[in-house]
């Protein structure tokens, strides 16, 4: 099965009135970074905060030019969802999605809010496409994928030509893979136009079906997945899409969940930014160097915004460790009055911030005067916290570096 360019550019007029032409922004600070010129395609200002609405909405309107009226069921923890909610309230059609039960609440009121009937069922996303399938079943509705569909594949790679659209001359666009939608659309859609440009996708390192099937030359499933970018933590990539992934990407590289979060903090702290962390990989890419891009056009493709505020404490956390901003020390010190201030005073000194201190009185091998201190502290970067513990034990203290 293929697509050809007809099939993207019915798909991007379709969608032209229903979305938003999202910016394509050159950033001076990760041009800076890189040695290329960087441009950010900001689909995490897209409606419903992520491109999945495009799949959705081409698959939907296809539908209706059909004359195919019927309710749709879709299954998904976020994104999807609130894609195939909007687009079925706009077209009038009555949609059930049906969510894990683990599915946070925000997401549920979300996709409550674009008009559709939520269920949740299962404890995982296995579960709730079981009873997707079971409801279209007995309803005789239509089940719309979330990504192994041509139409929705279609969708996904308007954003391929609407990138063309704004910078003709690119030389990489790198787009996030989990399940292999968007990669395969805007893979087959820019090279259809400009088989020059070079398609590569980016997946974390513990959801790398994708990458491994490229590998291979066929679809391989892994075992469970383990990833903070959940947008992308796909065991089971598709049936349709690997082969199209396959004929027309250039390569797809794997980031750490380091990468990933250093990657969002970034964009927040340089850029003003909110990026959940499946859209965050792209640059995570670029900026661990995994793929060249010295003196090239690159278009890294945030697909989407839609992060959980309490999760974004986190990802902050892991990013500060990444850049080395944060330091745990532990450190074992004699159980009698002043010893913490001593101590303290001379990771002022050092010019460490503290943030926390805890004492742990029953670690193995204490003697019966002896404490465990941890203290977490803000540092200006790895020299500065080399710098830290290097004062730390100068003062004679047992110290272990924690990061």
Known sequence: MDLSLRDFELAAERLKPILHHTELDLSSTFSRMCGGQIYLKCENRQKTGSFKIRGASNKIAAMVERGERCR????????????VAYSSSRFGLPATIVMPKAAPIAKVQA?????AKVVLAGSCYDEAYAEALRICEEEGATFL?????????????????EILSDLPYADMIIVPAGGGGLLAGVAAAVKHVNPRI?????????????????????????GP???????????????ITIPLINQYADDVVTVSEQEIANAILLLMERCKQVVEPAGATPLAAVLAGKLDVKDKRVVCLLSGGNIDVSFIQSIIEMGLVARHRRIKLCIRVLDRPGTLVQMLNVLSGAGANILSIQHDKLSAGLKPNETTVYIACEVGGKEHGDAVAAAVRKAGYNLVVEE
Do not use: K, W
């Not at 749709?72 to 894609?83: D, E, K, L, T, Y």
């Not at 996709?111 to 008009?115: A, K, L, N, R």
């Open 145 to 161: 994928h979330p990504y192994d569909d041509l139409e929705v594949i279609a969708g996904q790679g308007s954003l391929g030509l």
């Open 111 to 115: 996709t409550e809010g674009y008009g």
């Open 198 to 222: 070079q398609v590569c996708g980016v997946q974390a390192e513990g959801a790398s079906a994708i990458a491994q099937s490229f590998r291979a030359g066929e679809r391989v499933c892994t």
């Open 72 to 83: 749709v069921v879709a299954s998904s923890a976020g994104n999807h969802a609130q894609g």
């Open 225 to 239: 997945v383990s990833t903070i970018a959940d947008g992308i933590a796909v065991a089971a990539p598709g049936e």
